[in-house]
Each structure stands twice: as structure tokens, then as C-alpha cells.
């Protein structure tokens, strides 16, 4: 029995258990993801839509051979009882100029992020102070996210088109996401004087849009063409930073100012403990309820909700919604 034969059995047995129960029980909706991260986001997404009438169980595409990723998901048997949650990835930004992004964009029982991945809008800039918050317990503003992540995503804006046009355009081995995330890397930065990082950023994105300009000298009605394309279907200039690789957003970009931010407002916190206690036992005894306070970085960032407040989250709301109508 080939794999999509079994998966449309799968999905044609779960509408019929649906059919079978009596009007009271609640129907189950089978939700595939692509790896276990993706589990916690997408119940948090689907649980506000439960009710007495159905529920959502999220799932990796099988349990017995493990199978994760993108086109495990969309090669389930999908329908009524059962649909893919998946990253947009740059298949919402191809608009079906590939078999994979026709079925993301198309199919009724497909949901994706509309922000290249779940990393992405986990990197939502105004919800990152909050969560240094967590993670400190200092409330201190040392640093403005939301001005460096737009700054950050004017400075790479112009680069990103190519980037879009080479993969629209089936050019992405002469300049593929890896080449993009090497210029796009802002490298270190002074959490007080972030300014000579991003402007060391522009001269290698000016540097690098001027070699793809000589590399394709015909290619500036195409490049406005995608331009245009790509801001009507909501990236700004300002906000380019949610639709590049979400795991070069989260590692290279997000965690290493987290890391620093983070690391100065525990120092402050700690200065202040040591500068307040009356005595030598007062002082121990704070600072290690203090650190036992402390969060991880890395994983606190991975349970940040602050995006539900993002234009991308609503539209996943609105695509959910008209699915269940």
C-alpha cells in the first residue's frame, strides 16, 4: 500500500469515527506539525477554538516511523478530520511558484505561520523586553528592540527582494539562503551603541546588492516587479525581519542581544542586592533567592506568546476561522 493511499484511508477513517459518534461527543481534528517545537505553538493557537462540539489532538505525522518536517505533514491525507500546520517558510512569499507553495497557499486544510517559522514570531520585537522581564525579573528598559529589529530589517530589505526574486525566479544556487544569512549576520554589537553594527550590516548588503546588480544587469523591472509583490503581501521594510530564516532570526540575531541585554540586568539586579543588604547573611540570601529566580534564555524564548498580538498571528486566526465556518 503506497504512503499516500494509507494516509487517505487514515484521514477517510477519522471522518468516519467523527460520523459514528452521537451528537453529544465532541469531533476530533488530527493536527499535523512538523517537529515537536512546533506542538506547544500550535496548541496554543487551536486551543482558544475548542468547544463542546470538537477538539484538536497535534501530532507528528506518525508515530511509528517517526517522520517530521514539512512534507511529511503535507503528505498526510488531509480533509475535515484532519490538517497540516506547517511554517510558511519562503512558500508563502513564492505565491505557488513551486508544487510545495501552491499546496501550502491552496489547500483549505493547510495552515502556515504567514512569518517565515514559529521562531520567527517568537522574535516578535515589541514582546522582547517582556522577555528579558521573565528571564531577569528587572523591568529596567536598557534597550530598544522594536527601533534595532526595524532598523536591522531596513538595513537587509533591499537584499531580501533578491532574495525572494532568486527563488521565485529558480536562481537560489547562485544565491541561496545560506549566502543571504552571511551578509544578514549583524555580528557583535554594544548593547548601549548599537549604531556601528548596523551600519557595518549596510556596507555588506550595498556590497552585496551591487554584485547581483552586475551579476544580472537586466534584472531591474523583474527586481521592482518583486518589490511590489512582496509588500502587498505585508512586508514592510520594518518588519523583513519576521520573513528571513527563522533560526538565523532566533540564533544569530535575537539570542545574542537577549544575551547581553540579559546579562547586564542581572548584574544591575545583583549590584543592587549587594548595595542594599544590611548585612553579610542578608546579602547571601537574596542574591540565591534571586538566582533560583533566574530563567533560561534560550527556552524562555521559545514559550514567548507575545506574538499573538502580530499582524501574522491574526491572519492564522482568520484562516482557522473561515476553515471551522
Known amino acids: 500500500m503506497s504512503n499516500q493511499l494509507r494516509d487517505n484511508l487514515n484521514s477517510q477513517?477519522?471522518?468516519?469515527?467523527?460520523?459514528?459518534?452521537?451528537?453529544q461527543s465532541?469531533?476530533?481534528?488530527?493536527?499535523?506539525?512538523?517537529?515537536y517545537d512546533d506542538i506547544f505553538?500550535?496548541?496554543?493557537?487551536?486551543?482558544?477554538?475548542?468547544?463542546?462540539?470538537?477538539y484538536f489532538e497535534v501530532m507528528l505525522p506518525s508515530?511509528?516511523?517517526?517522520?517530521?518536517?514539512?512534507?511529511?505533514?503535507?503528505?498526510?491525507?488531509?480533509?475535515?478530520?484532519?490538517?497540516?500546520?506547517?511554517?510558511?517558510?519562503?512558500?508563502y512569499l513564492l505565491q505557488g511558484a513551486t508544487q510545495q507553495s501552491r499546496k501550502v497557499l491552496e489547500s483549505p486544510y493547510v495552515f502556515h505561520t504567514y512569518a517565515y517559522s514559529i521562531e520567527s514570531l517568537q522574535c516578535f520585537a515589541p514582546s522582547l523586553h517582556d522577555v528579558c522581564v521573565a528571564i531577569t525579573l528587572n523591568d529596567h528598559?536598557?534597550?530598544?528592540?522594536?527601533?534595532?529589529?526595524?532598523q536591522y530589517s531596513e538595513a537587509v530589505f533591499p537584499l531580501f527582494i533578491w532574495s525572494v526574486w532568486a527563488y521565485r525566479a529558480g536562481y537560489h544556487n547562485r544565491f541561496s539562503l545560506s549566502d543571504f544569512n552571511r551578509v544578514a549576520d549583524p555580528g557583535g554589537f554594544d548593547v548601549f551603541n548599537p549604531q556601528p553594527s548596523l551600519t557595518h550590516l549596510r556596507k555588506k548588503?550595498?556590497?552585496?546588492?551591487?554584485?547581483?546588480?552586475?551579476?544580472?544587469?537586466?534584472?531591474?523591472?523583474?527586481?521592482?516587479?518583486?518589490?511590489?509583490?512582496i509588500l502587498a503581501l505585508g512586508v514592510t521594510p520594518r518588519t523583513t525581519y519576521l520573513y528571513i530564516q527563522g533560526h538565523?532570526?532566533?540564533?544569530?540575531?535575537?539570542?545574542?542581544?537577549?544575551?547581553?541585554?540579559?546579562?547586564?540586568?542581572?548584574?544591575?539586579?545583583?549590584?543592587e542586592i549587594a548595595r542594599t543588604a544590611r548585612h553579610h547573611m542578608q546579602r547571601q540570601n537574596e542574591m540565591s533567592c534571586y538566582e533560583h529566580s533566574l530563567l533560561d534564555i534560550r527556552q524562555t524564548l521559545k514559550k514567548n506568546m507575545g506574538y499573538i498580538l502580530s499582524e501574522q498571528?491574526?491572519?492564522i486566526q482568520q484562516d482557522i476561522e473561515r476553515f471551522l465556518a
Open 63 to 91: 508515530h511509528k516511523k517517526l517522520e517530521r518536517g514539512k512534507k511529511a505533514a503535507l503528505m498526510a491525507g488531509l480533509g475535515e478530520a484532519m490538517i497540516a500546520c506547517v511554517d510558511a517558510d519562503y512558500d
Open 248 to 271: 538565523h532570526l532566533f540564533d544569530t540575531v535575537v539570542i545574542p542581544i537577549l544575551n547581553k541585554v540579559c546579562n547586564r540586568l542581572r548584574m544591575e539586579r545583583q549590584e
Open 41 to 54: 505553538f500550535w496548541r496554543t493557537v487551536l486551543s482558544r477554538y475548542e468547544n463542546d462540539q470538537r
Open 141 to 150: 528598559r536598557i534597550f530598544d528592540f522594536e527601533d534595532y529589529l526595524y
Open 205 to 229: 548588503v550595498n556590497t552585496k546588492v551591487h554584485q547581483l546588480q552586475h551579476e544580472f544587469p537586466n534584472n531591474k523591472e523583474e527586481y521592482l516587479r518583486t518589490k511590489e509583490s
Open 26 to 35: 465532541r469531533r476530533r481534528i488530527v493536527v499535523y506539525v512538523e517537529s
Open 313 to 315: 498571528f491574526r491572519h
Open 13 to 23: 477513517y477519522f471522518e468516519a469515527a467523527n460520523r459514528l459518534k452521537s451528537k
